[in-house]
T-cell receptor
Framework: GQNIDQPTEMTATEGAIVQINCTYQ??????LFWYQQHAGEAPTFLSY??LDGLEEKGRFSSFLSRSKGYSYLLLKELQMKDSASYLC??????????WGAGTKLIIKP | IAGITQAPTSQILAAGRRMTLRCTQD?????MYWYRQDLGLGLRLIHY???????GKGEVPDGYSVSRANTDDFPLTLASAVPSQTSVYFC??????????????FGEGSRLTVL
């Protein structure tokens, strides 16, 4: 079966760095996405990785290792507004998205 | 620019009733999707449409139907609602006809409670 695993919840301190991991097992691979979802709101796109390595976009970076079926989202200089759920999703061989359940990130002052 | 508009935002519905969730996009995207989001589970695809005039079944299509008469609108109908359909429903669109090939844009969601 197809499966995306990510931690249910993480806590971090304002100004610090946090890494949210995602492991996947899918039939085929056509890219890995990270989305941010604030409570009661719609998911919004953060990043897309299709090749191995690190993609940096401001305070957020996303890493992919296709051989390990592994990705992480790195958030630097955490701000209170970063409190949200972070969703990992993988495009399978049919370009259908398989979604993880999301990681709820709690930022403490 | 509105992006994707969903209606209603929230609805309480008696079991057995028919309900249509509306979704309209103004980005001229080819593909549109309906997902449901339940606590502890990832987004699950109900139905999708790669282009106007075509639709397809997703992971959890039973009890739902869709139509895509034009590019902009993609309504989701529950023919006879059941309590297990209590969920938050998100409509989404993408420029590409393949969900896993590009960014998805989501509506604000419709919270449906079936009693």
């Amino acid at each position: 079966g197809q499966n995306i695993d990510q931690p249910t919840e993480m806590t971090a301190t304002e100004g610090a760095i946090v890494q949210i991991n995602c492991t996947y097992q899918t039939s085929g691979f056509n890219g890995l996405f990270w989305y941010q979802q604030h409570a009661g709101e719609a998911p919004t796109f953060l990043s897309y990785n299709v090749l191995d390595g690190l993609e940096e976009k401001g305070r957020f970076s996303s890493f992919l290792s296709r051989s390990k079926g592994y990705s992480y989202l790195l958030l630097k200089e955490l701000q209170m507004k970063d409190s949200a759920s972070y969703l990992c999703a993988v495009g399978d061989s049919n370009y259908q998205l398989i979604w993880g359940a999301g990681t709820k990130l709690i930022i403490k002052p | 620019i509105a992006g994707i508009t969903q209606a209603p935002t929230s609805q309480i519905l008696a079991a057995g009733r028919r309900m249509t969730l509306r979704c309209t996009q103004d980005m001229r995207h080819n593909a549109m999707y309906w997902y449901r989001q339940d606590l502890g589970l990832g987004l699950r695809l109900i139905h999708y449409s790669n282009t106007a005039g075509t639709t397809g079944k997703g992971e959890v299509p039973d009890g739902y139907s869709v139509s895509r008469a034009n590019t902009d609108d993609f309504p989701l109908t529950l023919a006879s609602a059941v309590p297990s359909q209590t969920s938050v429903y998100f409509c989404a669109s993408s420029a590409s006809g393949l969900a896993g090939a590009g960014e998805l844009f989501f509506g604000e969601g419709s919270r449906l409670t079936v009693l």
